[in-house]
């Protein structure tokens, strides 16, 4: 299954939903409708970055697997320490 992640409306940094519950081995992509670029990055295993996103795109999907109930906490490299997600 593929899930899409875009940032919640009024927000720059504030992705939607804040947790996506879904099944080792789905698919998710970000897609970015604010001003400036982002990325979605995990340096954790499972580590995925989806390099930038530019305004109005969409990153290819990302694969994710894990155990149950494994969370799975991602960032914005440029903007580090501002919008920390725990999806």
Known sequence: MLYRVTPRPGTRLD?????????????VVWTNN?????????D????F????IAPGATSEPVVLNGSPGTVLDY???PHRGHDERKN
């Open 44 to 47: 954790l295993v499972p580590k």
């Open 34 to 42: 604010g001003h400036m670029g982002h990325t979605a990055s995990r």
């Open 75 to 77: 960032f914005c490299r």
């Open 49 to 52: 970055d989806t390099k930038g």
């Open 15 to 27: 992705y939607q939903p804040k947790t996506l519950i879904i099944k080792s081995g789905d698919s």
